[in-house]
């Protein structure tokens, strides 16, 4: 069993940055993809980052560019580092431990509002 805590969301003005983290309970990084994914309301939950056992990263379209994702093997954190945040980035934010199982956190909230 892993468990993954996600923190660092909260409320951002447009234009701002927010970094988040997820903390696994051991080492998995090495077995597992890892990703950020997110879930605005009325809206089905979306892969925006991902980073494999290897180092590789991918992106979904409407990040590409403002957010990058990277992990601290020491730590076993992955971040997610949100730049140029917009409206439209509002939205629960998860991490997810992709690999012989499937892990997910509880979520964080991300709001981008003036």
């Known amino acids: 069993q892993v468990q993954l805590v996600e923190s660092g969301g909260g409320l951002v003005q447009p234009g701002g940055s927010l970094r988040l983290s997820c903390a696994a309970s051991?080492?998995?990084?090495?077995?597992?993809?890892m990703g950020w994914y997110r879930q605005a309301p009325g809206k089905q939950r979306e892969e925006v980052a991902a980073?494999?056992?290897?180092?590789?990263?991918n992106y979904a379209t409407s990040v590409k560019g403002r957010f990058t994702i990277s992990r601290d093997n020491a730590k076993n954190t992955v971040y997610l580092q949100m730049n140029s945040l917009k409206p439209e980035d509002t939205a629960v934010y998860y991490c997810?431990?992709?690999?012989?199982?499937?892990?997910w956190g509880q979520g964080t909230q991300v709001t981008v509002s003036s």
């Open positions: 997810r431990a992709r690999g012989p199982y499937s892990y």
């Open positions: 980073i494999g056992s290897g180092g590789s990263t």
């Open positions: 051991r080492n998995i990084f090495s077995i597992y993809t």
